[in-house]
């Protein structure tokens, strides 16, 4: 008449850490950000390079344009918000672009800035 539960199962046997699947080898050779940018500076279009025949020299050279099709799009949009390329028409990842001259000139030429000498009224304080 009393109905008793049934006994709570014997404590489930510790579980086995799982181990995390062997890490994918990073394939070698240049990243799309790159191929992106060669493809664009060896272009001698003056109003840059148009996201259809970018697509069309990266197939060219080998890569597989059909299949990480997101993966460029990507690569462009970057490269435009990094100040790399400057996209003249269109937006988004369409239109055109081409290499951003500003860009290239103010940042190759670092210049190291010496350290400046602790200054005599500070040593003099502590003094």
């Known amino acids: 008449m009393a109905e008793v539960a049934p006994a709570p199962a014997a404590a489930a046997p510790a579980k086995a850490p799982k181990k995390k ?3 994918k080898p990073k394939k070698a050779g240049p990243s799309v950000g790159e191929l992106i940018v060669k493809a664009v500076s060896a272009s001698k279009e003056r ?3 148009s996201l259809a025949a ?3 020299s990266l197939a060219a050279g080998g890569y597989d344009v059909e299949k990480n099709n997101s ?3 990507i690569a462009v949009k970057s ?4 100040g790399t390329l400057v996209q003249t028409k269109g937006t988004g990842a369409s239109g055109s672009f081409k290499l951003n001259k500003k860009a290239v000139e ?3 030429p670092r210049r190291l800035r010496r ?4 200054s005599k ?4 304080a502590a003094t």
């Open 79 to 82: 490269l435009v918000t990094k």
């Open 47 to 49: 109003s840059g390079v």
């Open 106 to 108: 103010c940042c190759s």
């Open 121 to 124: 009224i500070a040593g003099a």
């Open 115 to 118: 350290p400046s000498k602790p």
């Open 21 to 23: 699947a062997a890490a």
């Open 54 to 56: 970018l697509k069309k």
């Open 71 to 73: 993966r460029v799009k």
